[in-house]
């Protein structure tokens, strides 16, 4: 009996201090880890969200930028460290791909981490130079199937989100371009202005100054609806190619076994802040869709389904695994 007692304690002892943990959080600051160099499209998400995050927390946000081998090391960072709500990653398409790039990576997408939030889509654009020849979606498949591997694309690299957009275009519109891997985004947009490649996949908000001014041309946006910088240029799906929705995406995680109460309480914080005014007014002026995920538990199943279409359009691209 006495034997009894003392499990029974032992038990209420552990809920109490657990519920009581979960209660008074945060009671110090919050570590954002960013998994990107600063000035990046998923840094300067980071610190859009971190100031609103914060005050709906009651607690300061930290970030800190580890950047390397395509998001990879920041997300290791985090996967290593404790689930106490303390530490947290933006996490990026990227991290939801690498695992099917990359012999090796050092996290396991499905069981190091607990998805918290869906905060951001970025739609992208299919550019050319204003000298390429056709204007518009029907007029460049048919241009890219009469001259197949002639023409080629730039990226920000091989399995960079850029190529495997413009590997996506492919495998939809049945054409074949010859791909030009770049060390970043800009110098191979550069080389669009300048003529030096042909077409690109790029954020809509870096492209859309030169598509106003008639430097280049769009034909068309590569998520399912227009973007709201720039409403007049088609999606992709409208213009012809059916069912095409590809767009950036950036979230929240935590560690694996992040307390309920933690994974609610965060996901309640980012919830008003992707709902507050002026957040809303920031992120589509840089042409970014805000996207929260319904709960936690959907943003896991979003990362799943992430996670197979990527698989499938990398296995179609034939893409091989690269080694350490």
């Known amino acids: 009996m006495l034997k009894t007692f003392k499990y029974y304690g032992l038990v209420i002892g552990f809920f109490c201090v657990f519920n009581s943990f979960g209660a008074g959080y945060p009671e110090r600051p ?19 969200i971190a100031p609103k995050l914060s005050e709906y927390l009651g607690q ?12 990879n090391i920041g997300a290791a960072s985090v996967a290593n460290a404790a689930p106490d709500g303390y530490t947290l990653l933006t996490l990026i398409s990227s991290n939801i791909i690498n695992p099917h ?50 023409v080629n694309f730039g990226s920000a690299g091989i399995g960079s989100f850029s190529h ?15 791909h030009i891997p770049y060390k970043s985004t800009s110098q191979a947009f550069t080389d669009v202005l300048s003529n030096q490649i042909s077409l690109m996949i790029v954020d809509i908000a870096l492209a859309q100054p030169y598509i106003k001014n008639g430097a280049l041309k769009a034909y068309g946006v590569s998520s399912s609806k227009r973007s709201t910088v720039a409403p007049d240029i088609p999606t992709l799906s409208e213009a012809g190619l059916k069912s095409f929705d590809v767009s950036q995406w950036f979230g929240l995680v935590g560690p694996a076994k992040l307390p309920p109460e933690i994974t609610e309480k965060i996901y309640a914080a980012l919830k008003k802040t992707l709902e507050d005014p002026e957040i809303k007014e920031t992120f589509t002026r840089e042409g970014m869709i805000i996207a929260p995920s319904a709960s936690p538990s959907e943003f896991k199943s979003f990362m799943s389904a992430e996670s197979v279409k990527w698989a499938e359009i990398i296995k179609e691209a034939n893409i091989k695994k690269e080694k350490d």
């Open 164 to 178: 495997l957009m413009m590997e996506f275009f492919q495998l939809n519109a049945g054409v074949k371009l010859l």
């Open 60 to 71: 300061q946000i930290v970030i800190i930028n580890r950047p390397g081998a395509s998001g």
């Open 101 to 150: 790039l990359y012999e090796k990576v050092p996290y396991d997408i499905e069981k190091d981490f607990t998805p918290i939030s869906r905060t951001v889509m970025v739609p992208g654009v299919l550019i050319a130079n204003k000298k390429f020849p056709p204007n518009n979606l029907q007029e460049m498949i048919t241009y890219l199937r009469a001259n197949s591997t002639k």
């Open 30 to 48: 919050i570590t954002l880890v960013v998994p990107s160099t600063p000035g990046g499209g998923t840094d300067t998400t980071s610190r859009i």
